[in-house]
Nanobody, 124 residues
Framework: QVQLVESGGGLVQAGGSLRLSCVAS????????MGWFRQAPGKEREFVAG????????YYGDSVKGRFTISRDNAKNTVYLQMNSLKPEDTAVYYC?????????????????WGQGTQVTVSS
């Protein structure tokens, strides 16, 4: 069983930046794709970004393309989400998750382990 711990959330003004981190422990981190999802109040959880096990491939949700960057450091068992040009509509709880396989998917059901989430609030 893998454990995931997110950090880096907080309150930021529109146009600002935050960097989220997710540290994994418990199994071979580097063999699996990683994803970031978010859930705003009253809305379903949505895919934000994913990165393959090999770091070669990344994929982003339409609403964050060009503003967010996902990366990973397999030596540190850590995945990051750099968020720039933040907007009030980015306000949500952000979760990282480990994929069942090594390749990116946007399907929530293809992620096995989830962190507890970190709150991101963007003020206008």
């Amino acid at each position: 069983q893998v454990q995931l711990v997110e950090s880096g959330g907080g309150l930021v003004q529109a146009g600002g930046s935050l960097r989220l981190s997710c540290v994994a422990s418990g199994r071979t981190f580097s063999s699996y794709a990683m994803g970031w999802f978010r859930q705003a109040p009253g809305k379903e959880r949505e895919f934000v970004a994913g990165i393959s096990w090999s770091v070669d491939n990344t994929y982003y949700g339409d609403s964050v393309k060009g503003r967010f960057t996902i990366s990973r450091d397999n030596a540190k068992n850590t995945v990051y989400l750099q968020m720039n040009s933040l907007k009030p509509e980015d306000t949500a709880v952000y979760y990282c998750a480990t994929g069942i396989g090594g390749f990116i998917t946007t399907m929530e059901t293809r992620y096995r382990n989830w962190g507890q989430g970190t709150q991101v609030t963007v003020s206008s």
